[in-house]
């Protein structure tokens, strides 16, 4: 691989590494920091409760699977993806 399309590479893995890890921050973080100010119902239930119990769970999920499918689109654009032998 030359030496800038690996940078490339490893600059577009750090980016949505970083912005994925952001969100993470402000589910984890954010949501129990502002608990009190996000007193609302949300499908029956207060919204700070809601994302504590299924909520936070919920948005984990998805993170997992967008960097899983983003590092496989990605891995097939540099020409770098797992082949089973």
Request: hydrophobic share 50%; aromatic share 26%.
């Amino acid at each position: 691989m030359p030496v800038d399309l690996h940078r490339r590479y490893w600059r577009k893995t750090l980016l949505v590494t970083f912005v994925l890890f952001t969100v993470w921050f402000i589910t984890t973080f954010g949501v129990i920091y502002f608990a009190r100010f996000l007193n609302f119902t949300f499908f029956g239930w207060p919204f700070g409760f809601w994302m504590g119990a299924q909520g936070s769970l919920l948005i984990y999920g998805l993170v997992v699977g967008f960097y899983a499918w983003y590092m496989n689109r990605l891995d097939a654009q540099h020409d770098l993806e797992h082949k089973d032998t």
